[in-house]
T-cell receptor, first 112, second 114 residues
Framework: EAQVTQNPRYLITVTGKKLTVTCSQN?????MSWYRQDPGLGLRQIYY???????DKGDVPEGYKVSRKEKRNFPLILESPSPNQTSLYFC???????????FGEGSRLTVL | AQSVTQLDSQVPVFEEAPVELRCNYS??????LFWYVQYPNQGLQLLLK??????LVKGINGFEAEFNKSQTSFHLRKPSVHISDTAEYFC????????????FGKGTKLTVNP
């Protein structure tokens, strides 16, 4: 089954404790992206990757890092999480040029 | 750059009534347009998309949308809703032939009441 898999789905952590949210897709997509969803703000892009070893900032990249060492994986790293990063995070992937994103189930992160 | 405005943050309707969720976009270049649906505690699922061709697009679950270039709109419609259509709906736009950066609206929460 074609899918985008994120882990963990739920996480409660404390300020300053580094964490990584993993994302993996099995559709051989070139493009991957991370979004955060907050009430009243919709989805905002954090980072995206056009291909392996190519990443770029989205609209709200502060406090986040990403890497794209393999085509299928695109982890999101929070080096020193803060409470304003409490949010619902989505990973998504796409075939180049198709314009349609496939989303993971989401990871709900709470930073205390 | 592209932007999207969803004109209603919440739309309550009764079961079997028709519904229209409004979406306007802004762009200086040709665009692709999408509607996504998010059911409670789930990820986003593509409902329908406009890439080119016919301006009336049919999607899953009986939804359809019409691309109106002169009014820069892409409103979503369903002639008769069900309780199971209760969800949040997002309109999104991307540049044709671009980098798939989807710009999302803030969402419309559709609540279908019995």
């Amino acid at each position: 089954e074609a899918q985008v898999t994120q882990n963990p789905r739920y996480l409660i952590t404390v300020t300053g404790k580094k964490l990584t949210v993993t994302c993996s897709q099995n559709m051989n997509h070139e493009y991957m992206s991370w979004y955060r969803q907050d009430p009243g703000l919709g989805l905002r892009q954090i980072y995206y990757s056009m291909n392996v070893e190519v990443t770029d900032k989205g609209d709200v990249p502060e406090g986040y890092k990403v890497s794209r060492k393999e085509k299928r994986n695109f982890p999101l790293i929070l080096e020193s999480p803060s409470p304003n990063q409490t949010s619902l995070y989505f990973c998504a992937s796409s075939i180049q040029g198709a314009g349609e994103l496939f989303f993971g189930e989401g990871s709900r992160l709470t930073v205390l | 750059a592209q932007s999207v405005t969803q004109l209603d943050s919440q739309v309550p309707v009764f079961e079997e009534a028709p519904v229209e969720l409004r979406c306007n976009y802004s762009s200086s270049v040709s665009v692709y347009l999408f509607w996504y649906v998010q059911y409670p505690n789930q990820g986003l699922q593509l409902l329908l998309k406009y890439l080119s061709g016919s301006t009336l697009v049919k999607g899953i679950n009986g939804f359809e949308a019409e691309f109106n270039k002169s009014q820069t709109s892409f409103h979503l419609r369903k002639p008769s809703v069900h309780i199971s259509d209760t969800a949040e709906y997002f309109c999104a736009v991307s540049r044709q032939g671009g980098s798939e950066k989807l710009v999302f609206g803030k969402g419309t929460k559709l609540t279908v009441n019995p």
